[in-house]
């Protein structure tokens, strides 16, 4: 399975991490990550990783978001699920018009033209009227919609428990399989 990660600027960039390192750990899935310069600014504030550096450790192939000769920008480059998370508002609103001024939004683009799975994860609070109306668009013509709000439920203990109910989510979404986060039972 071909996995399209994007990760645009907006608070929230652990999730992408945590994303990231179960994909690659479950070592049965091509993944390729873009970034923007955004995203790679807020992940050395908030996580203090460089994020480049952590797709190189993770092996996991890195496009520019600029660099619109990548494989990914492509319609017949067949990729099976594209999420972007965490998705900025105004990713959200160029996702939403069609507006495909970046890597990030083109592999959106063409998940929607192609009728691939995308999933995105808003990341704003609180939401305007615009943004709740660009995430209904997106929403009613198949587009996942997961607003990284956690459940408390599974009692979590710690912040890793927080995010791990977030990227459990995104991933049964989009059709993933997995066993990150404690289920309701």
């Not at 994303?19 to 908030?46: D, Q, T």
């Not at 480049?52 to 494989?71: A, G, R, V």
């Not at 997106?138 to 919609?145: P, R, S, Y």
Request: with cysteine; proline share 4%; charged share 20%.
């Amino acid at each position: 399975m071909k996995i399209v990660v994007g990760i645009s600027g907006a608070s929230g960039i652990i999730y992408a991490k945590r994303l990231l390192e179960y994909l690659n750990y479950a070592n049965k899935y091509k993944i390729y990550a873009v970034a923007s310069k955004e995203a790679v600014s807020i992940a050395k504030k908030e996580i203090s990783i460089d994020l480049i550096d952590f797709f190189k450790s993770l092996n996991i192939e890195y496009f520019d978001n600029d660099n619109f000769y990548s494989p990914i920008a492509s319609g017949s480059f067949l990729v099976d699920k594209t999420i972007i998370i965490p998705c900025s508002v105004k990713t959200l609103s160029s996702i939403t018009c069609g507006f495909s001024y970046n890597l990030i939004t083109r592999a959106c683009d063409i998940a929607i033209k192609e009728r691939r799975t995308l999933t995105i994860c808003p990341r704003e609070m609180p939401f305007s009227p615009i943004h709740l109306e660009n995430m209904l668009r997106l929403a009613q013509i198949g587009v996942n919609i997961v607003v990284p709000a956690p459940a408390f439920y599974g009692e979590p203990k710690t912040i890793d428990d927080l995010v791990n109910f977030v990227v459990g989510k995104v991933l049964d979404v989009s059709g993933i399989e997995n066993n990150i986060y404690k289920r309701w039972k």
